[in-house]
């Protein structure tokens, strides 16, 4: 099993261009989520799904997107790049909510 | 909304015992988590409580009081792998959200 994959694992983006954080889980996991974390700083919430076809809105959901057409796949879209963007992304996944598998994450700088 | 406190920073010795608590206030609560974040690399889970008292795992236990918002991750026999940044994760009545402090950074001295 190759668990949860995130690609790219580096990105540089100019501000205004958009782009898609690719993940995707072999485990047959429902829950999916994708964070955010700046430096020095915990995990925020950006959107999560609790299963195909169903999505939600987390902490911080201003200027991402999000699907969710089949159970492994979960890509977060970023509409319109911008500094404040800058930050490391990670998505992860369970089974029933509890305790949750992270990708090794993208290192995304919008300059 | 949330709210959850942990320390910022602390420091202990290799072989020693140390506590990195946690405190929460929020609207819906079913659960608290503790990750693992080792520097660059993605967090791992290491417990989940749900009930008040004490879950241990090998050198790793896990205290929750739902009455009082605390929670505490106690490391026993550190070593110097253990340097690293652990958070407290609070697991929402809506099983999908989860929400994170801003995590404490232990590092272990010979």
């Known amino acids: 099993n190759a668990g949860v994959t995130q690609t790219p694992k580096f990105q540089v983006l100019k501000t205004g261009q958009s782009m898609t954080l690719q993940c995707a889980q072999d485990?047959?996991?429902?829950?999916m989520s994708w964070y955010r974390q700046d430096p020095g700083m915990g995990l925020r919430l950006i959107h999560y799904?609790?299963?195909?076809?169903?999505?939600d809105q987390g902490e911080v959901p201003n200027g991402y997107n999000v699907s969710r057409s089949t159970t492994e796949d979960f890509p977060l879209r970023l509409l319109s790049a911008a500094p404040s963007q800058t930050s490391v992304y990670f998505c992860?996944?369970?089974?029933?909510?509890?305790?949750?598998?992270f990708g090794s994450g993208t290192r995304l700088t919008v300059v | 909304g949330q709210n959850i406190d942990q320390p910022t920073e602390m420091t202990a010795t290799e072989g020693a015992i140390v506590q990195i608590n946690c405190t929460y206030q929020?609207?819906?609560?079913?659960?608290l988590f503790w990750y693992q974040q080792h520097a660059g690399e993605a967090p791992t889970f290491l417990s989940y409580?749900?009930?008040?008292g004490l879950e241990e795992k090998g050198r790793f236990s896990s205290f929750l009081s739902r009455s009082k918002g605390y929670s505490y991750l106690l490391l026993k026999e550190l070593q110097m792998k253990d340097s690293a940044s652990y958070l407290c994760?609070?697991?929402?009545?809506?099983?999908?959200?989860?929400?994170f402090g801003d995590g404490t950074t232990l590092t272990v001295k010979p």
């Open positions: 992860a996944s369970s089974p029933d909510g509890y305790g949750y598998t």
């Open positions: 485990m047959n996991h429902e829950y």
């Open positions: 799904s609790v299963g195909a076809g169903i999505t």
């Open positions: 929020t609207s819906g609560f079913n659960g």
């Open positions: 409580n749900v009930l008040d």
């Open positions: 994760a609070v697991r929402q009545t809506n099983a999908g959200k989860s929400t």
